[in-house]
């Protein structure tokens, strides 16, 4: 981990010159890794397990060898990355190969290995609290969200409901999680599944809470760029204020905003501060000078376009260097940015369909219900399917763009889940009904045999 903390944003998918140097510290790191867990295990191997758990000592012996091995081999490609090669490029895909390889050796061993499987281990507890870290960093998403939404201009309507959709995402994933928590002892190869299938729904969750915090700015954004606009409207409504106290409110407006202007906006603050100055000397509603008004128009559509680049920008959201902002209108710009965050809005709808189906999965494991146990599953694989389903919006960008500014995107997983754990309420409700009606007919059987 803090080897990949290191190379931070400078991992990319091509090796270059000048980011090689991130590739060799990870292989360095990579390798070091393995050596201490090829370590640990021989050293576990030749102290404890060959006195105590003789048929186990083989196959430590063959997870610490793999082990070594492919040290050895994570070390050797920190000289490969050294080699002015074509090659070089693409070689660190060899890592992921490496990853399968020792994931599959070490799953097998432990499998056919008596002793060193994972039954009748502290597996289960150890991933529900590391996918409970997990939940948690959403949590923390939350208060951040919280702090770049609320403390400008404190809590509004529309603030809490976007909050409130981020929050109830979190809360309703760990109640869903906890509910599918295996009740008894799992088989051999069951548990390898249940331990297995947690990697892609670690991935999965982390990759959901991320795009609910985005999702969640955006539609901030888009009420702040709303707000703007009210303001912009206001100076012309009856009875009007006059000129200076209207553009002070303008003014006021942005600041309130509190816009990181150092994160790549620079020239939108800079066009900003030059409108702003310049909005005094035109008149700001449509009289008897239409032409002065036309410019005044101009202004106040140029104002919201770098208020609306400016906002993103903060984000670390910026259009290709081929666009050229200053011909396009406001409005136009907001779809710009929107198009942008499509792909946030597509991964977000497939992990979520993921989500769906990794629990379904593991209800299938853990057998939840004694019962009707493909009823929980099948609503599963449903409610998966209609998410994946809304990624198909996209291709009617107008819809997906009211969705995409709309609160009820923040909601749709949630009802989801919502409708999860109904339903699961309601198994339990017939299970318990069904098994007193069993007890019942017990008893009556009993008390009616000793009475003949």
């Known amino acids: 981990m803090v080897g990949f903390a290191s190379a931070g944003t400078r991992f990319t998918t091509r090796v270059k010159d000048e980011n090689v140097w991130v590739f060799q510290s990870l292989s360095i790191f990579l390798g070091g890794s393995r050596i201490l867990l090829a370590l640990q295990y021989t050293v576990n191997n030749v102290v404890f397990i060959r006195k105590q758990m003789k048929p186990a000592a083989k196959g430590v012996s063959i997870i610490a060898a793999t082990l070594f091995v492919s040290s050895l081999i994570y070390l050797g490609m920190f000289y490969i990355f050294g080699v002015q090669d074509g090659i070089r490029s693409y070689i660190w895909t060899?890592?992921?190969?490496?990853?399968?390889?020792e994931m599959w050796v070490i799953m097998r061993v432990s499998c056919v290995t008596p002793g060193i499987g994972l039954q009748d281990t502290h597996l289960n507890v150890r991933m529900g609290l590391l996918t409970l870290i997990i939940i948690g960093e959403g949590v923390i998403s939350v208060t951040r969200i919280v702090n770049r939404t609320v403390?400008?201009?404190g809590w509004t309507k529309w603030s809490f409901v976007h909050i409130l959709g981020v929050t109830t995402n979190v809360y309703f994933l760990w109640q869903a999680y906890y509910d599918l928590s295996p009740r008894g002892i799992l088989g051999k190869y069951s548990q390898q599944l249940w331990a297995q299938l947690h990697f892609p729904f670690h991935v999965a969750l982390v990759l959901l809470l991320e795009g609910s915090q985005i999702l969640a700015l955006t539609l901030d954004i888009t009420l702040k760029l709303t707000y703007l606009e009210e303001t912009i409207m206001f100076a012309c409504e009856e009875p009007r204020p006059r000129p200076g106290i209207a553009i002070g409110l303008l003014r006021n407006t942005i600041e309130d905003m509190e816009i990181n202007y150092s994160r790549g906006a620079i020239k939108e603050k800079m066009a900003i501060d030059a409108i702003l100055?310049?909005?005094?000397?035109?008149p700001l509603c449509p009289g008897e000078k239409v032409i002065g008004f036309f410019i005044t128009n101009d202004h106040l559509n140029d104002l919201v376009g770098n208020v609306t680049a400016a906002l993103f920008s903060s984000m670390g959201i910026i259009p290709s260097e081929e666009t050229n902002i200053g011909q396009l209108t406001s409005s136009q710009l907001l779809r710009l940015y929107m198009e942008l965050l499509g792909f946030v809005y597509i991964y977000f709808f497939v992990v979520a369909s993921l989500v769906m189906f990794l629990f379904a999965a593991f209800a299938l494991l853990s057998r939840r219900h004694n019962f009707c146990t493909s009823i929980g599953i099948t609503t599963r694989i449903i409610l998966g399917v209609l998410l994946a389903s809304l990624v198909s919006f996209v291709r009617n960008?107008?819809?997906?763009?009211?969705?995409m500014t709309s609160p009820t995107i923040l909601y749709a997983f949630t009802f989801v889940l919502l409708t999860?754990?109904?339903?699961?309420?309601?198994?339990?409700f017939y299970e318990s009904h069904h098994e007193t009606n069993v007890n019942l007919e017990d008893a009556g059987k009993r008390s009616h045999s000793d009475t003949s």
């Open 420 to 428: 999860v754990s109904g339903i699961d309420r309601l198994l339990d």
């Open 277 to 282: 100055e310049d909005l005094p000397n035109h």
């Open 94 to 101: 060899v890592w992921f190969a490496l990853f399968g390889l």
């Open 397 to 403: 960008f107008g819809l997906a763009y009211d969705f």
């Open 151 to 153: 403390r400008p201009g």
